[in-house]
């Protein structure tokens, strides 16, 4: 997808850099040209020769060599990519970038360049939310820079937090995205739900699950890059909107039936909401009051309505693929393929959700595609990867070659 494209790679000082190798084989083994430009503190975590070799290209680093100047030229070199994309981006490159200071190479061809950036954030969690961070990101964002993330996770200084790099996979998806020829979804209305749901007990307290959101997001998002209009109804979690997707925010299961029912018609409806199966029959309007040696009070639940049962059986406003998810803790696959039977849904996607796993709040998932043709093992993956993989394959499945290749155009 990224074949014939011109990337003009930045890498700056921060430990991320040592997965730069591994960016610049994934870009060019979609059919992109990679030509990296590195900082001198960038040299301290991967080398000149690593990046040279991978790309099979002259590395740049250096604004007085009279050489580089001479063959090349550091306005040359930012005016022959399609796209600049910076990798790992520090904080110190971004503020230096919001400055418009052009003291380095990097700097000066960023300073220089009339192509659009891309930029993926990599640094300590304080030093993201540094307030100096968040306002050189603002100004970079305003003046059309695109953030790739960052991610939330484990960091290198043995902190967690927001901060870590989008892996390379997940770059060359943005990537993909921005350049974003196929639109084979264009057209198409997509529902997507996400997060855990709230279930009030009285006004202060709910019932809810652990589900942060994230898969059902990054199919919204992926949905959304394929061209279809995307309405996501997400119960409460704590990501940011994804980019073109129209958000409706909801906290109960009864509501977010209700905002489902309303976004129809659609064509494709993807549940990735963990619903809660229960709620609170009786909600008290009053806060539930303790009084010592009082016996707690009793919690009577009611069963919530199935949405995607409800979805699968909309008649007339049914959409053409209705896609569930089966979050199963032991024989994944055949709970899958009776939930697949129960609901009445088109496809089921499986995933192992035991603790040992990691997938409920992790980055990553492995999952099974359960159709009624039979079922399929996909490798472990990023969320967003799961979600780019759906996404093709919904449109792949909805859209014949031939719409596919006209939308393109
Ligand atoms: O029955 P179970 O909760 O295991 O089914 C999971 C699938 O059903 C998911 O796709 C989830 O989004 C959907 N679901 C729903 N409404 C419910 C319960 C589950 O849409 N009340």
């Not at 700097?107 to 640094?123: F, I």
């Not at 099974?368 to 969320?383: F, V, Y």
Request: one cysteine or more; glycine letters at 8%.
């Amino acid at each position: 997808m990224l074949d014939g494209k011109k990337v003009l790679l930045i890498v700056s000082g921060g430990i991320a850099a040592y997965k730069s190798p591994d960016l610049v084989r994934r870009l060019r083994k979609q059919g992109a040209a990679v030509r990296c430009v590195m900082t001198e503190s960038a040299k301290q975590f991967v080398t000149p020769l690593a990046l040279g070799a991978v790309s099979e290209d002259k590395v740049y680093d250096n604004l007085f060599s009279l050489t580089d100047e001479h063959e090349m030229g550091h306005i040359q070199l930012s005016r022959d990519a399609d796209v600049l994309l910076v990798a790992p981006a520090t904080a110190n490159i971004m503020a230096k970038m919001a400055h418009g200071e052009a003291d380095n190479l990097a700097t000066t061809v960023l300073l220089a360049t009339d192509k659009p950036v891309l930029a993926a954030p990599a640094m300590n969690v304080r030093m993201w939310e540094h307030q100096a961070t968040q306002a050189n990101i603002a100004t970079l964002t305003a003046r059309g820079i695109a953030m790739i993330g960052p991610d939330e996770g484990d960091m290198a200084c043995g902190e967690y937090g927001m901060g870590r790099m989008v892996e390379p996979e997940d770059i060359v998806i943005a990537l993909q995205r921005f350049f974003g020829s196929a639109q084979p979804l264009a057209g198409k209305h997509a529902l997507v739900t996400s997060g855990p749901t709230y279930e009030p007990i009285d006004p202060v307290r709910y019932i809810a699950n652990r589900s942060s959101g994230k898969q059902g997001h990054a199919i919204a998002e992926a949905l959304a890059g394929l061209g279809a209009t995307t309405t996501l109804v997400s119960g409460p979690t704590q990501l940011p909107d994804p980019a073109g997707v129209n958000v409706v925010n909801v906290e109960s299961a009864a509501q977010m039936l209700a905002a489902c029912t309303a976004a129809l018609p659609a064509d494709i409806a993807v549940c990735a909401a963990a619903v809660c199966d229960w709620r609170a029959d009786d909600q008290a309007s009053e806060k539930l009051k303790k009084s010592p040696g009082d016996t707690p009070p009793p919690l009577q639940l009611t069963e919530n309505p199935d949405i995607l049962a409800t979805l699968s059986a909309a008649g007339e406003t049914r959409p053409d693929l209705v896609i569930g998810f089966a979050a199963e803790t032991e024989n994944v696959i055949d709970n899958a393929k009776a939930k697949l039977a129960r609901k009445r849904c088109d496809w089921i996607i499986a995933n192992d959700v035991s603790p040992e796993t990691g997938t409920f709040a992790g980055d990553t998932n492995t999952v099974h595609l359960i159709t009624q043709q039979g079922s399929e093992d996909w490798p472990a993956m990023s969320k967003t990867r799961v979600g780019a993989q759906l996404a093709q394959r919904i449109a792949d499945t909805l859209v014949p070659e031939k719409e596919a290749a006209d939308g393109a155009k």
